[in-house]
Structures are given as C-alpha cells and as structure tokens.
C-alpha cells in the first residue's frame, strides 16, 4: 500500500505512518496483547486464521490474492476498548487497519491489500459485534455494525411485528457495510436508504477515541459516515436506526419472460413505468441468458397487486397465479433463499453468517437516466457471454428518491435517475486461465457508455469496482487528481469534495487508508 501525503493540518505537521518493519508488527502484536486476549488476535501462524480470513470472503475470485499476501493479524474485537486498542497500536507502530463486518466488498478491500508484499496491515473482524436492541414503542434500533442484514431483519421482526428496515435483498451482507455506502433495496422507493434511516451512531475514530453518539461526531463527520463508503473516517460501532412501517401481509411476485414472449418490449416499457409506480411497489428486473425476470415487492395484498399491473403494466401479462403474500419478515428469506423457506426455519436462514463459496465473480455498476430504445436492448439480450455467464440487474428508483436531495447524504444518485444497473459476471476460475476476467461484462460496460449517466459517469460505491480508478501515489504523496477519477463516479463532483474536507478535519494524516479510500482533501484545491 502507498505511502501517503504529510499534511499541514491547523498549523502543523502530521506525519502519515511510515511503512512498518518487522520490528514495529512485532511491537504492534505485543502492543494489542496489553488489552486483547490473545485468542481475539490470530497471526498467519495460527491454524485458526487462513479459515478465519477465508470465511468472510464472498466471492471466490478474492480468495488466492487474500491468502497470497494476508494480513499481519485479524483481531476480533468483543467490546469497544479492543477496537479502541488496535487502532491506537496501529497508530503508534504504523500498522494501518483495514475494517471488516460482512466481507461483501466486491474488491475484498476489507480484508486485503491489492499490492503483493506491501505495507503490513492488520484486520478488525466486527463480526462478534452483532447485538440487535429493538425498541418498539419508539419504532428505533441500536444495531451493531457486525450484523448481518438477515439478523437484523430477524430481530426486527421478532421483537416488533409491523416494523421493518430498508436495506439489502442478501441476508449476510454487513450492516456496518450496506449502511456506509447508503444501502438500496426494494424498500427504498417507499423509505429511502438504509443510511436515510439513520438517527444516531457510535465510532471509534483515527486516534482511537470513542464518539459515543452523533453530538461527539458534529455534523460534518456524521454526514459523512452515512453514505461516504467504509473505510474512511473510523470505525463504526453501532446504528441508531428509523424502523419502518410494513403491512402484516406483503406480496412478492416474478414473472419471466423470453425474447420471443416480448421481453425487449417489456424492458422497454419498464424503464420509465417502475420508477412511476406508487411508492410502496418496487418491481425490479434480473436479465440472464437473454430472458427477462420481473420481481416485485408490494406493501399490500395481492389483489392490489394485480390490479395495478393490469391497469398500469398490461404487456406483463402478470396474474394472481403469479403472487405470493407473506409476512415482510418472510419475503426477506424468500427473495434470496426461495422455497427452502417451506422447508427450513426463518431463524435459521436469516441468522446463517456463511455461505458456500460459488463461481468467481466481477461487478460494475451504472446509472440510467434517459430510456435506452427497444433496439438497443435487443443488442444488449443478445450479448455473447462467451466463457461467462452475465447477469443485469435493474433496480428502479423514483418515489421517495426522487424527493431527497443529493447532498441530503453523500450518496447523490437521486431524481435525475431512472434505475441503476448492476452487472454481475459469473466464471469457473479453477478452469485452465480462470484467473483471467472473461470480457462480457467490460465489452457491455463499454457499449453502455453512451447510455448511461456522464461527467461523472455515475456508480455506486457498494458495487466497488478498482476498474473506475485507484488512488496513485505521487512524489510520496496520495494524488488527490486520482481519487477523483473514482470518487466523483460514486459520490458527484460536491460531495467528494465534501467528504475530502472532513477527512482533512478527522483524519489528516490518512491513517485509514485503501485502494479506493477517501483522500485528505490538499490545501491547494
């Protein structure tokens, strides 16, 4: 990892850390062993910690580069001090930390370092921090940030029937997070984003200090955490959350449609249609194999449903057959596990941390604010997907969305935008040069470029992806040039800016430190 600039900060010097020598990692080890149990810190010598290291990992394609140059340590904390600990040890022997709570990031920047044998690193793993307290009579959360989005879900809608939370449609994605880099999901057209939903928060900020609530923060830093991607300005412990409203019943429905059913024209249609619809119906599309499948969410009952798709979506064809009404708490397993929820318990889906590493896989994303036509969506059906197998997913905005202002959050993607698109390219990486992306999903994200949002062109910082840019280093010092290239795809031109002043104010010697993290904003800009 680079070193980074030594800036002036209120009439002083303050260094970044230097690259740590063996000497310092083993002065940080002894220096975590003062207020941490040893078996919360696992070093590579440890039969414990490769399975440690690995079992966060979402996607197989991170895993030889997480292992071939693995982290320094990975301390699991149990309580505040020990967070407090690694991050003051790390500070003192330049050792940086890299944050983990769910180990969905789809460049594995939590837990790795994209350069071999470079600056020694050490691990937080939040994931023993995963208390829930749900008070009903004030619709609120404390959620801690080692949370799953499926235990959260559970413990909402345990301890308070008719509350629920916006967030992600996967179960074990982290709150810690979906939140800090905003948190989309069916619910969002209804009630925003997760981080819309937040009310307060505790931290541990770049000196090891706790900022037990919103007030310790000042509101610059509690802008920026909601939104402004993990990693950044210190480590949340715990969410203050708004639970939202939902229905006892709730109606989930998917409907498929193949090219030669007039799937190209019913994409077509969707665009400006989902994002149109009243708030509380979300239909979203998944594209594969050239077949289109329409998923939706309704906070109501089905006949609703299918009388607003018959008066306001004919083409779909969508009929009650096609419904399914359920409990919110139900549709959360059921879009994301499908009929194992009439075989297993909720609990224990929803609460199940690991998943079974599958293919290999690369994400980008995009924004759409004017309808593509129906012939380019044919072209984009019937892309060669080669030794891949792609998939889009279009989720709609509109609704509430349409109604918060870009700079309400850092995260700006707002009225302007019909839908964003995920890409997601699926290989076998364990074939003869498997370890070599495929080219369906940089060749289509080439074709889109006319299509989509431009100056920036618009991605959303929760599908990471290294290909927008990197952080460079010049002369010694992070070029806060290259930071933009990526930044202002995911946050907009204002509120990079933004986020780059405040790290100047709560981090200035860039202690907290990635491939795409936020840099110190120069006084010279």
Known sequence: MALVLTVCFLGFFVPAPSVASPSNNNDFLRCLSTNIPSQLVLTPSSPSFTPLLVSSIRNA???????????????????????????????????????????????????????????????IDLTKL?????????????????????????????AAPGLGFPASVCPTVGVGGIISGGGIGLMMRKYGLSA???????????????????????????????GGGGGNFGIVLSWKLRLVPVPPKVTFFKVAKIMEQGAVDTVTKWQTLAPALPDDLTVRVVIQKSQANFESLYLGNCSTTVATMRSRFPELGMTSADCKE??????????YFGDAINSKP???????????????????????????????WKKIFLWPN??????????????????????????????????????????????VGGNVTPNWIGSLYNFMTP???????????????????????????????????????????????????????????????????????????
């Open 61 to 123: 394609r991170l895993v030889a580069p997480a292992t071939a140059s693995p982290p320094l340590c990975i301390v699991t904390p149990t309580n505040t001090s020990h967070v407090q600990t690694a991050v003051r040890c790390g500070r003192r022997h330049s050792v940086r930390v890299r944050v983990r709570s769910g180990g969905h990031d789809n460049e594995g920047l939590s837990y790795r370092s994209t350069t071999p044998n470079g600056e020694a690193f050490a691990v």
């Open 130 to 158: 995963h208390a829930v307290h749900v008070n009903p009579h004030e619709a609120t959360a404390w959620v801690e940030t080692g949370a799953t989005v499926g235990e959260l879900y559970y413990r909402i809608a345990t």
């Open 196 to 226: 819309d939903n937040v009310l307060d928060a505790s931290m541990v900020d770049a000196n090891g200090n706790l900022l037990a609530d919103k007030k310790a923060m000042g509101d610059d830093l509690f802008w920026a955490i909601r």
């Open 326 to 335: 359920m409990s919110w708490l139900q549709y959360t397993a059921y879009i």
């Open 346 to 376: 909720l609990e224990g889906l929803l609460l199940n941390r690991s998943t079974t590493l599958g293919p290999f896989v690369k994400n980008k994303s995009d924004y759409v604010k004017k309808a593509l036509t129906k012939e380019t």
């Open 386 to 431: 080669g030794a891949a197998s792609g998939q889009l997913i279009l989720e709609p905005h509109g609704g509430i969305m349409d109604r918060i202002g870009a700079a309400k959050i850092p995260f700006p993607h707002r009225s302007s935008v019909l839908y964003n698109i995920q890409y997601v390219e699926l290989w076998n990486g364990k074939e």
């Open 451 to 525: 299509y989509v949002s431009k100056n920036p062109r618009g991605a959303y910082v929760n599908y990471r992806d290294l290909d927008i840019g990197a952080n460079k280093v010049v002369d010694g010092v992070i070029s806060y040039d290259s930071a933009k290239v990526w930044g202002e795809s995911y946050f907009g031109p204002e509120n990079f800016r933004r986020l780059a002043e405040i790290k100047r104010k709560v981090d200035a010697s860039d202690y907290f430190q990635s491939e795409q993290s936020v840099p110190p904003l120069p006084f010279n800009e």
